[in-house]
């Protein structure tokens, strides 16, 4: 299923975060549920992340992890335990990712993961995962593609 939206600002990217986030903490499953994000430099993926986590009650404020390339936060839910942020960006090999013990992240149903530039860890993504495209067409307006 593909769905596109238009977003004309900051706030209707917002609103799509939050609606997903909403949608996946109130559905258990049976493994991690995967968001691959993709997009160029500033298209939306941390901004995208940032309410999602904050719909999610989290009172950190998420910054990109480009230089430690993970980073967990808890989750006060029932059926998720992390939230978990990892940006790809100055990865040369998907192996990078796996030595995190991606393996494991992807098959606990406690995690929820989110991946900026999850193009370039295409051939380790699970099956089952929602990808997310931005692009850019204007200041504040941005096409977001969600295929799952
Ligand atoms: N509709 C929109 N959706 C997302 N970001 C927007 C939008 N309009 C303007 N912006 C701005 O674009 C920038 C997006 O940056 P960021 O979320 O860090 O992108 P990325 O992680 O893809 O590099 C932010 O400064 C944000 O305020
Ligand atoms: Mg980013």
């Known amino acids: 299923m593909t769905k596109t939206f238009i977003a004309?600002?900051?706030d209707q990217t917002w609103k799509l975060?939050?609606?997903l986030a909403k949608q996946i903490i109130s559905a258990p499953d049976a493994a991690a549920a995967v968001i691959?994000?993709?997009?160029?430099l500033g298209s939306g993926k941390t901004s995208f992340v940032q309410e999602f986590a904050k719909v999610l009650g989290i009172k950190e404020k998420i910054t990109s992890p480009t230089f430690v390339i993970q980073k967990n936060y808890k989750l006060r839910s029932k059926n998720r335990k992390f939230l978990i942020h990892i940006d790809t960006y100055r990865?040369?090999?998907?192996k990078e990712i796996l030595d995190l013990g991606w393996?494991?992240?992807?098959?606990?149903p406690?995690?929820?993961i989110l991946v900026e530039w999850a193009e370039k860890i295409k051939k380790i993504l699970p099956k089952k995962y929602i990808q997310i495209n931005f692009e850019h067409l204007g200041e504040n307006?941005?096409?977001?593609t969600v295929l799952r």
């Open 91 to 94: 990865i040369k090999d998907p």
């Open 17 to 19: 975060a939050e609606n």
């Open 141 to 144: 307006k941005r096409k977001i």
């Open 36 to 40: 691959g994000l993709n997009g160029g």
């Open 8 to 10: 004309k600002n900051l």
């Open 103 to 108: 393996k494991e992240l992807i098959k606990d």
């Open 110 to 112: 406690k995690n929820i």
